[in-house]
């Protein structure tokens, strides 16, 4: 898995759209108290399902991984002068 450039900023905004596709979708709005390793593989295997994002394979599907697949759709959904790309 190779390092994205302003990966934690990026996994910061996924979770964020996440989040908000997520809720508009009918999922209850997340709790102050959950916390980003659930959110992150709420939003991670909701995308999934609506085949936003590609599975993981079973034996690599751990957080780490969740997270970078994540990073990786935001970052494919941004606009190529977006300062996060940059």
């Known amino acids: 898995m190779k390092k994205i450039k302003n990966e934690a900023q990026l996994l910061k905004m996924a979770i ?5 596709y997520a809720k508009n979708r009918g999922y ?3 709790s102050p108290e959950m916390g980003q ?3 992150v593989e709420i939003i991670y295997r909701l995308l999934v399902n609506d085949k936003l994002v590609a599975p993981l394979a079973s034996d ?3 957080l780490l991984s969740m997270k970078h ?3 990786v759709w935001i970052k494919n ?3 190529p002068d977006h300062e996060l790309l940059k």
């Open 60 to 62: 690599s599907e751990d």
């Open 16 to 20: 964020a759209v996440g989040g908000t």
């Open 37 to 39: 390793k659930e959110k």
């Open 77 to 79: 959904k941004l606009p």
């Open 69 to 71: 697949r994540l990073a």
């Open 28 to 30: 209850k709005d997340f």
